[in-house]
């Protein structure tokens, strides 16, 4: 029996449209497949960050050589400055010191240029 006015079966419960189940899904696994990399990326010590490693990622979804990346990754790494470096403590400002980033990314906001 349908209630008046009510298109669906009195106790059943409204479901997401198929279209926002299969994105969900489909964020979900893009998420799950990202941190599965990260954790790799950390055991083999790669150094990359979670950024970093969604932009690889990316670019290899849209059809980029990895060979190629991987070697571009070399390459920008040993420019790079060393770890240590770039974890040195920052000057102080008003008397307190801005906290260093725990990775440097190999893409830093200087090199986004469109």
Excluded: Y
């Excluded at 279209?19 to 990359?48: C, N, P, V, Y």
Aim: proline share 11%; charged share 15%.
């Amino acid at each position: 029996v349908l209630n008046p006015g009510s298109h669906h079966l009195p106790g059943a419960e409204a479901t997401a449209p198929p279209e926002m189940e299969t994105e969900a899904a489909a964020a979900r696994q893009a998420k799950e497949s990202l941190e599965l990399a990260f954790q790799l990326s950390q055991i083999l010590d790669t150094g990359l960050d979670r950024h970093t490693l969604s932009l690889l990622m990316a670019l290899c979804d849209r059809g980029a050589n990895p060979e190629a990346l991987a070697a571009l990754v070399r390459e920008l790494s040993s420019a790079a400055p060393p770890a240590a470096a770039a974890a040195a403590p920052s000057p102080m400002s008003n008397g307190t010191a801005s906290p260093a980033p725990a990775t440097a990314s190999l893409f830093p906001s200087g090199l986004r240029r469109p």
